[in-house]
């Protein structure tokens, strides 16, 4: 631009007005909508003061507030023709450019755009020059006509007004204004000043178009002959051919997606289908709503893993070193998939085992699937079902909605990137219903063994093999589960783990995890046995290890911030059992210990909660009265009609403990269960209920260090119970010594740590008579039973008749 341009020696300062997308040249009238603040007073500032406006466009249109930086340093000044405001507060301008303007600085950008900018003068052309400029101006015309015979969106009469023009420099900016190119050309065109340059740019520019006008014109033909062989899409899918044709023969979508399908191996019905869907896709515009479906659809079945899968590796000893390394305890688990591997390897069958596994939080239900897939050599996906409400969700949306997706298994399996992973659906008693549908009968289709190998996603509507997934559920409790989905699944029980495999958890895995996590080393921090013991019995109560890890974690940051304050101390931190204190703030929980003395009324009951077992004491206390039996320490209907069992027991039992008949007439009966704020129910508490009951009618005092669980019934027969390890569990956390349980429960005592068999004596018993002599501390001399077993014989023989032999009853986990 430099020897070109001839400065004025005068100077203007006047407002600027920013554009966007939009290069105005001299001698051009435009009509403009204005919006931003600033250029609104600018305008304002132009308007009242009868000034000109430098009109620049900017480097980037999205920038709102432009900069010195952001816009062009050459633009158009202009003057205002007419000005109208807008009712949404907008102005609508007409402006007409005059001369080419160069900014030189800027003046101020507080309220508007203010610059101080030289005019740039054309040059003074010679005699010589003059000749050369009169060959471009005829040789732009002649341009300009062709152009515009070709493009018939510019109107004849511009043609016409070209035509008339003298001035060179003017010629060049009109022909520049109507010629559709880049804003940067047409920058560039602004700039330059020499009339002589910018008309051979010009003719450079338009015999490019030119050539790009005629080649369209040629494909426009080539289509036009084939148009009444075919209907107007039809068409315009042969204009899009053409014009890649031109553009060097670029492979089409359709030919991509034909391509891929060759390559792809799919089962003999996915492969007609997606053939099927795909010369449909041929047929259509590539511009219709239709076309997007179902491109997305072929997308999805060629994407999928139809006949991909992963090669197990069958090792069992390695399988059994990676289950062990990654969780403590779990033996039923791990027994399992190594059976399924055994049998793998015996007979090849691919079918994979359904397994459900149930237990409270904390437990490692959801790792545990993850080092399963390790153990097998499988791919690992994971989908939570935890407030999944609609059918859909399972099954997907059918194609005719919009935005329609496969549901969660398709979604999962493509993710998955193989058929035979193992899927991993958490939380599954966490499912509802609702209007929408039910998803847990979804479910039904996709875990049933003899279904699954044809389940039909309503998106894809082909059938897909599930037979080689591995399922892995994970719940809290079977309660929330429907019948039939659980009897199509495989259930193994996580119980909670004991203090002692806590214990082991933590100074295997989640110290040295959380060590490396904050930063630490074992030379910086170590917990003593007695601390990691103090924290999970006091600062936590569940049945898992999750809030364990976390207070962990707590002590670590704590350590890792003392660190960093003492400017990277090297000394070692020890946890003690004092230290926690410190670290932790007061205990936060108790748990339930044994009574320091032997209490009349007083039993110790065990029972069951999501958390794990707990001692829980149960008081009677009987009073002169009128007979009422009150029950306290919100207690449900199923436990209240225990508590009147084992009244009615009592009862059936006064002559032989030695009590007046009409006892129940002249006393008031309180039953009170501790931990009154929180709600229990269950049967379970029966026998416990009972002992209390004798205990304070007879007045002899119950030894402390025995604790029960037991339903009982009005003939005093006690019937098994649920939950017993963890019940057993917190009988040995809390320091009992004997624990009466069902004789029909015996049974369970195999799935019981041999420390916690070999600490507690545990007695089976059959009926309520069996409880008393082993539970209550009677006096020197004195005897329970007035003819205790002349009477017991009697009642025996009386209801052998009257006593039909039923199958035992489902157990109650309370």
């Known amino acids: 631009m430099g020897e070109d341009i001839k400065v004025s020696q005068s100077k203007l300062i006047v407002p ?28 304002e500032e132009a308007l009242s003061k009868k000034k000109d406006v430098l009109l620049c466009s900017q480097k980037n249109a999205k920038t709102n507030d432009p900069h010195t930086e952001d816009y062009f340093q050459v633009g158009t000044l202009a003057s205002i023709v007419q000005l109208l405001r807008l009712p949404d507060g907008t102005v609508k301008v007409l402006v007409e450019g005059t001369r080419r303007a160069h900014i030189t600085k800027l003046v101020s950008d507080l309220k508007y755009l203010l610059v101080e900018v030289e005019v740039l003068e054309e040059k003074i052309l010679s005699e010589k020059e003059n000749k050369e400029i009169e060959a471009l101006m005829r040789s732009a015309r002649s341009g300009f006509e062709r152009y515009i015979q070709l493009n018939k969106k510019i109107p004849p009469e511009v043609l016409m007004s070209v035509a008339a023009i003298e001035n060179p420099g003017r010629l060049a900016d009109t022909i520049a204004a109507h010629i559709a190119v880049k804003m940067a050309d047409k920058q560039n065109l602004l700039e330059m000043v020499n009339p002589g340059t910018r008309l051979e740019k010009i003719l450079a520019i338009l015999k490019a178009e030119v050539e790009i006008l005629q080649i369209e014109k040629k494909i426009h033909g080539r289509v036009k002959r084939q148009m009444e062989k075919s209907q107007r899409e039809y068409y315009l899918n042969e204009q899009m051919s053409a014009i890649q044709k031109e553009l060097g023969d670029k492979e089409s979508e359709a030919d991509e997606l034909e391509k891929a399908l060759r390559k792809k191996e799919l089962p003999k019905h996915a492969k007609e289908r997606a053939a099927k869907e795909l010369k449909k896709l041929k047929m259509m515009s590539p511009m219709s709503a239709e076309a997007t479906v179902v491109r997305n659809y072929i997308d999805w079945i060629l994407t999928l893993p139809w006949l991909e899968y992963t090669e197990e590796k069958i090792d069992l000893d390695k399988a059994s070193s990676i289950l062990e390394q990654d969780h403590y305890g779990l033996e039923e688990v791990k027994t399992r998939v190594l059976e399924h591997l055994a049998v793998q390897k015996l007979t090849q069958d691919k079918k994979a085992p359904i397994l459900c596994l149930v237990g409270p939080p904390g437990v490692g239900k959801t790792s545990l699937a993850r080092s399963i897939a390790m153990a097998v050599g499988r791919n690992f996906v994971r989908t939570s079902l935890g407030g999944v409400r609609d059918e859909a969700e399972i099954r997907g949306h059918r194609r005719t909605y919009i935005g329609a997706l496969p549901g969660k298994i398709i979604q999962s399996l493509k993710k998955a990137g193989s058929s035979n992973p193992v899927f991993l659906l958490d939380e599954i008693d966490k499912m509802s219903m609702d209007f929408r549908g039910d998803p847990s009968s979804a479910m039904l289709e996709v875990l049933d063994p003899e279904q699954n190998n044809a389940f039909n996603d309503h998106y894809l509507e082909l059938d897909y093999d599930l037979s080689h997934v591995m399922f892995v559920t994970t719940a809290n409790s079977v309660h929330g589960i429907p019948r039939p989905l659980l009897d199509r699944m495989e259930l193994i029980n996580l119980s909670g783990y004991t203090e002692t495999e806590k214990l082991k958890i933590a100074q295997k895995h989640l110290i040295p995890k959380q060590i490396k996590k904050h930063g630490l080393d074992q030379a910086k921090i170590y ?8 924290i999970i019995n006091k600062y936590t109560f569940e049945a898992g ?25 090297k000394k070692l931190t020890t946890v003690t059992k004092k230290a926690i204190y410190r670290f932790l703030g007061a205990p936060r929980y108790r748990y339930g210990k044994a009574e320091e003395e032997h209490e009349i009324g007083l039993t110790n009951g065990l029972c069951w909660t999501q958390m794990g077992g707990d001692l829980l004491s149960t008081e009677v206390t009987v009073v002169p009265g009128k007979g009422q039996l009150t029950l306290t320490g919100q207690l449900g209907s199923v436990m209240q009609e225990s508590a009147k069992a084992a009244v009615s027991y009592a009862r059936s039992r006064a002559k032989i403990l030695g009590l007046e008949e009409d006892f129940y007439q002249t006393s008031d009966i309180h039953i009170h269960v501790a931990e009154g704020a929180v709600p229990k129910d269950g049967p379970s508490a029966g026998i416990t209920m009972a002992t209390s009951i004798v205990s304070a009618l007879i007045q002899t005092p119950v030894n402390r260090q025995v604790a029960m669980t037991g339903e009982i019934t009005l003939r005093g027969r006690v019937l098994p119970i649920g939950g017993l390890r963890e019940k057993l569990l917190a009988a040995h956390r809390g320091g009992i010594k004997k624990v009466i349980i069902p004789k029909y429960n015996e049974k369970d005592l195999k799935r019981i740590p041999d420390k916690i068999l070999k600490d507690l004596e545990i007695v089976a018993v059959s009926h309520m008579d069996e409880v008393l002599p082993l539970a209550l501390i009677l006096k020197k001399g004195q005897q329970l039973f007035n003819t205790v077993q002349s009477e017991r014989k009697v009642l025996a023989r009386r209801s052998v008749p009257l006593i039909k032999k039923r199958p035992a009853p489902s157990l109650r986990a309370h």
Not at 29 to 40: D, M
Not at 527 to 534: E, V
Not at 545 to 568: G, P
């Open 16 to 43: 600027l007005l920013p554009l966007r997308d939009v290069v105005l040249f001299p001698y051009m009238v435009v009509p403009l909508f204005v919006g931003r603040e600033k250029s609104v007073h600018a305008l």
């Open 527 to 534: 917990f003593q046995q007695i601390a990691i013991k103090n």
């Open 545 to 569: 290890v999750r809030n364990l890890e976390r207070e962990i974690a707590n002590i670590c940051r704590k350590v890792a911030k003392k660190i960093v304050e003492d400017h990277q101390r």
